[in-house]
């Protein structure tokens, strides 16, 4: 824990990044810590999740909330806690173009994505696939010559390729594993041999990029038996979080946003066709078949709960992922497989809006703008909305506060009160009778909770 009268100093490539994604409402994809306040048992719950997966267990997940409610932020919050501790990590959002099943490319669209964004310690940002190939030959290489074989022997190089082949076999009984092991043994012998346009090939493989056996074969120089499409693409990933794991990485974790796109899609059994994946998604992970391997999806209630058209009304979910007849809202229950994100309390938004105002003061070395009362009046409008008890999300709150700070600092003659005083103003007189009162925890009272990397 951090005291929040004292932020870390952040870097300012990220910190400017950062601030620009809250402005405009989008989840930042790196620097998330610097603004966590709350979700403490969230977050612990996942990352229990990785502790079972480093076991070689595997997980599944489904965070559920409002748009703006943070699920989105709080899975890049993960994402970003499972590369500090040596996972592998892919993400994708969901769309009309892309599905976990469908036709005409929509299901291995989003197997393509996933592996666009593969991520690990040393290349955060994705585009990690060559990098840890290459990582793992080098350790390969590197555990021979402990044996005391000479690099520059005749037989290092026949060492090597009867290791690569000892490591690779146990996946070749898996569904596609064979192929997918000739493919990976291919693309290390190109990279030993310097054959680029060999590696390309193989690398089109692995990404899914060819759409027919022909042209795969044709590509390769070698024939091959599939190839990765709609039908078989999360096969492959169950195949990729093994071989994560044989080349020294604790485990592959798989974020995937927006499913509400899924409750869209207007036609009932394609829509069914999506749910029954998430379904083999949910077995093989809770049953042992999908070793190494941890799924977090993010969604809607609509997207969960809608008895017509979400999840719920396919009875094989709803019977899985309902709540038991002894939830209640009045209880926090994390380990089942959903978790429903609450509204942020009072004090965990005014830590918040009390964070990013001293980030936005690093960063543009401007001084604080706003005061701690005016924070408070700030809330308190906030606050007094009609729903907001309820409804109010860090989406809006932050973006409505970082207008407030941009509007200020951009032009210094022009006070907070005359920025929210239009706000105040338009109340009537009831509303200001309803204005809700907040009283804020001192500083020394109230910690925010960052996550220590």
């Not at 310097?194 to 590696?199: Q, V």
């Not at 799924?295 to 899985?320: C, H, K, V």
Request: proline fraction near 3%.
């Amino acid at each position: 824990m951090n005291n929040d009268t004292n932020v870390q100093k952040v870097p300012k490539r990220i910190l400017n990044t950062l601030l620009s994604s809250l402005a405009a409402g989008v989840v930042p994809r790196a620097g998330a810590p610097y603004v966590t306040i709350g979700r403490k048992d969230e977050i612990s719950a996942l990352l229990s999740d990785l502790e079972q997966i480093n076991e070689g267990g595997g997980s599944m997940r489904f965070i559920i909330g409002r748009y703006g409610s943070g699920k989105s932020f709080l899975m890049q919050l993960i994402r970003g806690y499972a590369l500090e501790r040596d996972f592998i990590t892919a993400d994708a959002d969901l769309s009309p173009e892309r599905r976990l099943y469908g036709t005409a490319g929509s299901g291995v669209a989003t197997y393509r994505e996933l592996i666009k964004n593969l991520a690990s310690k040393s290349s955060p940002d994705g585009n990690a696939l060559p990098k840890i190939i290459a990582k793992w030959i080098d350790i390969l290489r590197t555990e021979l010559v402990s044996k005391g074989v000479e690099p520059d022997s005749d037989s290092f190089d026949v060492k090597l390729n009867a290791l690569v082949a000892e490591k690779l076999r146990e996946i070749e009984f898996m569904v596609g594993g064979f192929d997918f092991a000739r493919v990976i043994t291919e693309y290390y012998r190109s990279l030993v041999n310097g054959d680029d346009d060999k590696k390309t090939a193989c690398l089109c493989w692995l990404r899914g990029e060819f759409t027919t056996k022909t042209e795969a074969r044709n590509s390769l120089g070698f024939g091959v038996s599939v190839i990765i499409d709609d039908d078989n693409w999360y096969d492959f990933i169950k195949l990729w979080a093994v071989l994560v794991r044989f080349m020294g990485y604790r485990g592959l974790i798989v974020f995937i946003d927006e499913c509400v796109n899924l409750y869209k899609i207007n036609h009932r059994v394609s829509r069914e066709n999506n749910y029954e994946k998430i379904l083999s998604m949910f077995n093989d992970t809770l049953q042992g078949r999908a070793e190494g391997l941890g799924i977090i999806l993010g969604g809607t209630p609509q997207f969960m709960d809608d008895t017509r058209r979400g999840l719920f009304s396919y009875e094989a979910l709803r019977s899985r992922l309902g709540d038991s007849r002894y939830n209640s809202e009045r209880f926090n229950n994390f380990i089942g497989p959903v978790i429903r994100l609450k509204r942020l309390s009072d004090d965990e938004l005014f830590a918040l809006i009390s964070r990013i105002s001293k980030l936005y003061a690093q960063n543009y070395g401007c001084g604080m703008l706003v005061s701690e009362k005016q924070m408070v009046e700030f809330l308190e409008i906030s606050l007094s909305r009609a729903g907001a008890d309820s409804m109010v999300t860090p989406r809006e709150m932050i973006r409505d506060y970082m207008t407030v700070l941009n509007i200020m600092m951009q032009n210094p003659n022009v006070s907070f009160n005359e920025i929210v005083g239009a706000t105040v103003s338009e109340n009537t007189e009831d509303d200001e009778a309803d204005k809700k009162e907040f009283t804020p925890k001192k500083a020394g009272d109230f910690t925010a909770n960052d996550i220590e990397f």
